[in-house]
């Protein structure tokens, strides 16, 4: 633990402590939910990390990939600028048809993203968003 005293802040080697030894032996649980209206029936693991280490890391990491969304290309902030957008591109003549806008939750859609993958697509995208000067300088 000590050694990241010197790779983050004083504030974030406070909380990350705390974190360590106040959940110091817990474990994720697993349990299994049962995916009924298949057939056969397939079951769906469940893992909570609810009170664990885990828990905190993910929402340190969470505070610091929030400060990156900007840089991703296709970010939009919610429905009200996606709307704003698209009537300004409308006035300026770059959409020649009507718009039909339809959304949808992709809450859930990172439990079909494999961990190898996905932290081989983020190491690169950190590292071009580094070459190209983009990346925080706190980041």
Request: proline content about 4%; hydrophobic content about 40%.
């Given at each position: ?32 939910t049962a995916k009924v ?40 902030k919610n429905s009200s ?59």
């Amino acid at each position: 633990m000590n050694d990241w005293r010197g790779l983050i802040s004083p504030a974030e080697f406070e909380f990350l402590s705390a974190a360590y030894n106040e959940t110091r032996g817990r474990v994720a649980k697993f349990c299994m939910t049962a995916k009924v209206h298949k057939s056969p029936w397939k079951m769906r693991p469940i893992v909570c990390c609810c009170g664990t280490l885990l828990n905190h890391l993910s929402n340190w990491l969470d505070y610091w990939f929030q400060k990156l969304r900007p840089l991703i290309p296709s970010y939009i902030k919610n429905s009200s600028q996606l709307l704003s957008r698209l009537k300004e591109l409308q006035r300026n003549r770059r959409l020649l048809f009507d718009i039909w806008v339809f959304t949808a939750d992709a809450r859930s859609m990172y439990t079909n993203i494999g961990t190898k993958h996905a932290l081989e697509v983020i190491n690169k995208w950190l590292d071009k968003l580094q070459r190209d000067g983009l990346l925080p300088s706190n980041f």
